[in-house]
């Protein structure tokens, strides 16, 4: 099987040596070569991580079998953000193997522990959804408007109006007050 190394720190006076070492080592007892390894030095909180950005485009294209991390904190800024990740692995078929877990997703006891995590994911979407739509109803009951303010006809009409004589949206959004997006969206009405 061909495996890839995906280890992170968060500051520069840490090292990712150290589980890549092991990961390492886990790969030669378990009979896969190791391809690649990505190393980030990067708070797991920041959006982009070009080292794990570049571990999923080589997952997306099936270059690698398995991939072995240190520690689940090491992958996923967030539960929602581990989820997805590990669905897009799934979703390609490649397994997962962390170690202080000591998730294999190789062995039959991994896939279980997998799916479980996946049928966990789905029932915390599930609650979140049931939150969102309970608060709305009782915003509703409330009285409350929903949705985007109303913008009034006396400034759709200066919209009309500008656009007409050719005034760009971002000079439209200016004088008027709203964001350019909203300018486009009334000048097609």
Known sequence: MKAAI???VSTDKQTTDN????????????GWVAQAVYSDVISGAKEKRPQLDALMKAVIKREVDVVLIWDISRLGRSLQHLLKLLEEFHAKGVDVYFHQQGIDTTTPAGK????????FAEFERGMIQERVKAGLARAKAQGKTLG????PEKTIAKVKELFERGVSFRKIANEVGL????????SKK
Do not use: D, I, W
């Not at 279980?112 to 049928?119: I, S, T």
């Not at 985007?148 to 913008?151: A, F, L, S, W």
């Not at 964001?179 to 009334?186: D, G, I, M, N």
């Open 112 to 119: 279980l522990m997998f799916q479980m995590c996946g049928a």
């Open 179 to 186: 964001h350019h997006k909203t300018v486009s969206r009334l």
């Open 148 to 151: 985007r303010p109303k913008v």
């Open 6 to 8: 995906y280890s992170r």
């Open 19 to 30: 589980q890549t070492q092991e990961l390492l080592g886990v790969a030669e007892r378990n």
